[in-house]
């Protein structure tokens, strides 16, 4: 059975930083590329950052660019969000997901999606 457990949220005052972890298992994890996704109150689901496993390519949105890193530990088939000087805009609940390449991935088209963690940063 795959599946994507995302967990780390919680709540953070605006400046602060979490780091998200995305664990994989069912599947062979080099093979796929794992995406962080997050979807606010009233607005449309927008990738985050993804990475490809199996080389460590990443890739960003403009808005968490500087702020946010990806990184993937494949030992422990483990890909984590680490998010730094957060803002109010950056409250949603975060989810990851895994597909066969890093960018498609990225624009949503992946095989697998997990189940999503909450990140409220308070103002």
């Known amino acids: 059975e795959v599946q994507l457990q995302a967990s780390g949220g919680g709540l953070v005052q605006a400046g602060g930083s979490l780091r998200l972890s995305c664990a994989a298992s069912g599947f062979t994890f080099t093979d796929y590329a794992i995406a962080w996704f997050r979807q606010a109150p009233g607005k449309e689901r927008e990738g985050v950052a993804s990475?490809?496993?199996?080389?460590?390519?990443?890739y960003y949105a403009d808005s968490v660019k500087g702020r946010f890193t990806i990184s993937s530990d494949n030992a422990k088939n483990t890909v984590y969000l680490e998010m730094n000087n957060l803002t109010f805009e950056d409250t949603a609940v975060y989810y990851c997901?895994?597909?066969?390449?890093?960018?498609?991935?990225?624009?949503?088209?992946?095989?697998?999606w997990g189940q999503g963690t909450l990140v409220t940063v308070s103002s």
């Open positions: 990475i490809s496993t199996s080389d460590g390519i990443t």
């Open positions: 997901a895994a597909g066969r390449r890093v960018v498609a991935t990225f624009l949503g088209l992946a095989d697998f």
